[in-house]
């Protein structure tokens, strides 16, 4: 299991006070257990049996990773966002098993708990790294395992109101194909043990190309097993896509699963 790991890109290398990030972390989590804790590296969060580690640390992203992933986001396609220069990063590791609600009447009222998915430890994290980046007035917030960089008001809004925020995890290739045609090619879903995306669609039906990219992507990542070849992947009750496998265009050597519009 990949361990998740975020950055977020500030000017200064110094922590948000503990009154912010206790409101933040609040907000985004309401009635889930929070204890922040000072440590001799930084600060540490609990939430729920497993344990967030934030570090501030002077100087950017090593290699540049943080930049070069910028254009990967969802918040940059069409030149809509640009990650401004930081000096700095918060780096945030999420550590241990982590508990969760039981999903069956009788086990709630009893006050059972269980071991959480990889998809609830990874929306609980995402939601902490907002919190964090929202105390810290972040320029952007990187996130390792796809890799991709957002822009902090769209990672807000998305680990707030999105059940499965996936678009945050994965980056996204947007390039244009002969024909009037564009593919998205995802990067991340290794984090989830599934293989990426390559979808094919209509240049003038982006949005709703993209909408089912994510549709697709978050289909698979619940049922948590990958699509089989000749699949078929639901869009609507006239488009049913038949998955098939190919080579990766960016590592030959790598299989993605593929759609075509």
Do not use: C
């Not at 640390?57 to 910028?70: K, L, M, R």
């Not at 499965?164 to 947007?174: A, K, N, Q, T």
């Not at 990766?248 to 075509?260: G, I, N, T, Y």
Request: proline share 9%; aromatic share 6%; hydrophobic share 45%.
């Amino acid at each position: 299991m990949i361990r998740p790991g975020a950055s977020i890109l500030t000017g200064t290398p110094t922590l948000p006070p503990r009154s912010a990030l206790e409101a933040t972390t609040r907000e985004l989590l309401p009635g889930a257990e929070l204890e922040w804790k000072e440590t001799a590296a930084g600060l540490s969060l609990l939430v729920s049996g497993a344990t967030v580690k934030l570090t501030a640390i002077p100087g950017p992203v090593p290699n540049a990773e943080a930049d070069t992933s910028a254009f990967l986001s969802l918040s940059a396609v069409n030149g809509r966002w640009r990650l401004a220069r930081h000096a700095a990063h918060l780096a945030l590791t999420l550590e241990g098993p982590m508990q969760a609600r039981p999903t069956g009447l009788l086990s709630r009222l009893a006050g059972d708990r269980r071991e959480a998915s990889q998809l609830e430890r990874l929306t609980t994290f995402t939601r902490v790294v907002a919190a964090v980046s929202k105390a810290a007035s972040a320029v952007g917030v990187y996130w390792a395992g796809g890799p991709v960089t957002h822009a902090p008001d769209f990672f807000h809004q998305v680990a707030k109101e999105t059940l499965l925020p996936l678009p945050l995890w994965v980056g996204v290739s947007v390039t244009p194909e002969p024909g009037g045609r564009t593919s998205l090619l995802s990067f991340g879903m290794q984090q989830v043990s599934l293989p990426d995306l390559l979808l094919l669609g209509p240049s003038e039906d982006l949005a709703d190309t993209v909408d089912f990219f994510f549709s697709a992507l978050a289909t698979i990542a619940e049922r948590n097993r990958p699509p089989e070849e000749g699949e078929t992947i639901a869009r609507s009750l006239l488009s049913r896509p038949r998955v098939r496998y190919g080579p990766s265009p960016v590592d030959a050597a790598v299989k993605v699963w593929q759609l075509e519009l």
